[in-house]
């Protein structure tokens, strides 16, 4: 029975390695962002100031295991192997739903899973003792859990989202009040005391939170004891200090220092303080079975006090777990991913949006639109002409291709954010207040964001939208912790080993999957069909240019249009829902296209408008062949799944007939502007006619079929609106062709 235990302390071990490697992914969200986000320091200086908060906070985190001890459940009301099956089911769920978080790049808290996994397996395990017992009813399940707390944890959460966001715009609008986005005036004579105030405040963070009950805060707490306005007092003088000598004498940006610092504190007080939510459970599984082999008591007899007392993490332990969450911030993909969720998220210029608009995040937007149009309207228009001055951007002229390599927000932007997180978390630890750093910090860039007006008219129902989708995916995350370490705890309870053994394959192999699934979507595959921008300057480069992108649009409209009528013909889903899926690909990248337009019509020469006309006109055809195609794949795929009357022999053959004549007709126009061997345009317009009355003949057999022969409306329907997009699918080459065989004749 004990190498049972022993293997389980074994699995809980490797366990443990996978959650540091998992959690620090997800966490480095918390730290990395503003630093990234602004580009003030390189990327490898980046890590390597993160890293050594990380490892230094990971040394300072002894004593912060007791959460996972007794701060959730009541270790004295359970024996040694319910203990054991708690641990067990926590681990295992922790490593999956972090995981599942990091393969869709959102942010979430590793606190706040930590706890609801530990409160639903303890609780599960609660309500088996009682069922057992007849003394006991279901109302005494507070004698295994400490209940008080969980009001206390979702409070925190719902007050750390409001205050935070509330905090980080409010400070935000004023600091770009007075510094607008052109500060580098300004900063010559308040840089000094912009960098005192927010190194002060960082600094206050660092010895308030992120050294706050780790062994070397005990040597300083005499000192610190009731003066906390003197070390406040003196930070503030010598970071001014520091400030005015380093802008003097280095003459550069002191926001940089404060990006750093900053960054080094959130990271330190992440490794301090977060390292129980990946440590802590096993090493109480740990000191549990060191207890239970030395007590020689059964392991269903033996009651776990041990638990309740402290005990300090071992210094060769938070070694090795350092090393591991450093090499982590190095070369983990995943905590890349969730960090560029935040940072597209907060990005102050356009970018390509990641979350699609709901109807919540669209009804936010119209009601804050509506009252901000209010707001103006009662105010004088010569104060808001001022306030609009103070926000008015330098204008930058960069191709649009170029854009992701501005910073994404700049260096005062990525100060508030790093100082107004750490003063809003050290001040709810001195209140002993409980909270989330992810919660904070992801909801301070998010304010700072709106305040900054980054959020305009043109994104905001997108970041609205996503900002919604990692607030969900929060409260989601307590529930599903909740829920899926009770089922993990109740499978182990009735399975045992042999169910411990199914589920670590079953983790295996979801993260395994997890691992392939998210390296695949994060692989640039170069596909050779794919639309590309164009860049030329002058009309007839844009001409050459554009016949690549009409060559492939045509190619793939083609194969597209054949296999939904072979679908058709053989009631195929599955090649009816490839054709959708290839439609919708190809219309997001026309769109990509049209929304590059702004870019393309800056960068144009000034004697080259005409290319922009040309150029405009084309997308137009693009995008109504497109449409055509769409409309036709859905109608399909909309009557094989609804499972009606499949087309009559008459209507495929006369479909197949278009679908041959078409196919032949399109790979001459695919040639042609493959080759660039605009001379044949001629010849293919010849045949406009032709075509049309083949749609024609097509359309008047159908009615002549439907006076006599027909019953069924939904077929007739599904026929004649195939025939007629894919005559305006037609209209639209003939259209495209037209315009090209104007301009690339013009000189």
């Known amino acids: 029975m004990e190498n049972v235990y022993l293997l389980m302390i074994i699995a809980l071990v490797i366990l443990a390695v996978a959650d540091l490697v998992i959690g620090v992914s997800n966490d480095a969200v918390n730290f990395l962002n503003s630093a990234i986000g602004s580009k003030a320091i390189p990327f490898k200086g980046i890590l390597i100031i993160a890293s050594l908060g990380v490892f230094i906070g990971a040394g300072f985190s002894s004593g912060m295991m007791e959460v996972a001890r007794s701060g959730i459940f009541n270790p004295a009301a ?139 805060y005990l040597y300083l707490e005499p000192y610190l004891q009731g003066s906390h306005l003197g070390l406040i007092g003196v930070s503030f003088i010598i970071w001014t200090v520091f400030s005015q000598l380093f802008i003097s004498i280095f003459k550069k940006d002191v ?15 992440f490794a301090g303080n977060d390292l129980v939510n990946f440590l802590g459970v096993p090493v109480a599984a740990y000191h549990s079975y060191i207890d239970w082999s030395t007590s020689g008591a059964a392991p269903t007899e033996y009651m776990m006090d041990g638990l309740l007392e402290k005990v300090p993490t071992e210094p060769g332990i938070l070694f090795v777990a350092g090393i591991i969450m450093v090499l ?51 105010l004088p228009k010569s104060f808001l002409e001022k306030i609009s001055k103070r926000f008015e951007k330098p204008v930058i002229t960069i191709s649009g291709d170029k854009t992701v390599e501005l910073p994404a927000f700049d260096n005062i932007r990525a100060s508030i954010n790093l100082t107004v997180a750490g003063i809003l978390i050290a001040t709810a630890t001195t209140m002993q207040l409980p909270l989330s750093t992810t919660y904070v910090t992801f909801m301070v860039a998010m304010g700072t964001s709106l ?51 199914v589920l670590l394959l079953v983790a295996i192999f979801l993260l395994a999957r997890n691992y392939i699934s998210h390296r695949k979507k994060n692989t640039i595959v170069v596909d050779s069909t794919s639309l590309k921008k164009t860049e030329s300057r002058t009309v007839q480069g844009i001409i050459q240019e554009s016949a690549e992108n ?111 004549y078409l196919e032949a007709y399109l790979i001459e126009i695919e040639e042609i502007f493959k080759n660039k061997q605009f001379d044949r345009i001629d010849s293919v317009l010849s045949k406009k006619e032709e075509v049309f009355a083949i749609l024609l003949n097509k359309i008047e057999k159908q009615v002549s079929r439907t006076r006599t022969e027909e019953s069924s409306p939904k077929n007739t ?7 007629l997009e894919t005559k305006d699918f037609v209209n639209a080459i003939m259209n495209l062709l037209q315009e090209y065989q104007m301009s690339y004749k013009k000189p």
């Open 550 to 660: 009409i060559s492939h649009v045509v190619s793939r409209s083609n194969k597209i249009y054949t296999d939904v009528f072979r679908g058709l013909a053989k009631q195929e889903m599955k090649k009816l829902k490839k054709s959708k899926k290839g439609v919708k690909k190809l219309s997001d990248e026309v769109d990509e296209l049209r929304n590059h337009i702004f870019y393309f019509i800056k960068n144009l020469d000034e004697k080259s408008v005409r290319g922009s006309n040309f150029y405009i006109i084309i997308l137009g055809y693009l995008t109504d062949m497109v449409k055509s195609l769409d409309n036709i794949s859905k109608a399909s795929h909309k009557h094989v799944n609804n499972n009606h009357k499949a087309l009559k022999f008459n209507q495929i053959r006369d479909l197949q007939e278009v679908n041959k």
């Open 451 to 501: 305040a900054d007006r980054a959020w305009g008219r043109e994104s905001a129902v997108y970041r609205v939208a996503g900002v919604l989708n990692v607030i969900g995916g929060w409260f989601f995350t307590a529930f599903i912790a909740f829920t899926a370490a009770g089922t993990m705890a109740y499978l182990i309870y009735i399975g045992g080993p042999t169910m411990i053994a």
């Open 328 to 378: 982590t911030l190095w070369f983990s993909k995943k905590a890349r991913t969730v960090t560029e969720t935040e940072i597209n998220l907060s990005r102050q210029d356009e970018a390509q949006e990641k979350f699609e608009p709901n109807l919540l995040s669209r009804v936010i937007v119209r009601g804050s639109t509506q009252a901000v149009a209010f707001v103006e309207s009662i």
């Open 78 to 216: 359970f024996t040694f192997d319910e203990v054991m099956i708690i641990f067990m089911a926590v681990m295992i769920t922790d490593i999956l739903l972090l995981d599942f978080f990091n393969t869709i790049g959102l942010p979430t808290s590793t606190t706040v899973s930590i706890v609801f996994e530990l409160l639903g397996a303890a609780v599960i395990i609660g309500l088996i003792k009682i069922g057992s017992s007849d003394t006991e009813t279901f109302s005494q399940i507070t004698n295994y859990i400490n209940a008080s707390n969980v009001p206390r944890i979702i409070s925190g959460i719902g007050l750390s989202v409001v205050i935070a966001f509330t905090c980080g715009s409010v400070i935000q609008y004023i600091t770009r009040l007075l510094f607008t986005f052109q500060s580098e005036r300004k900063m010559k004579y308040f840089g000094a005391l912009f960098g005192g105030v927010s190194l002060t405040a960082i600094t206050y963070f660092i010895f308030i939170k992120g050294l706050k009950d780790t062994p070397f």
């Open 255 to 269: 926001l940089i220092i404060v990006i750093g610092v900053g960054t080094f504190g959130l990271a330190l007080a």
């Open 717 to 723: 329907a599904l026929y004649f609106s195939i025939l």
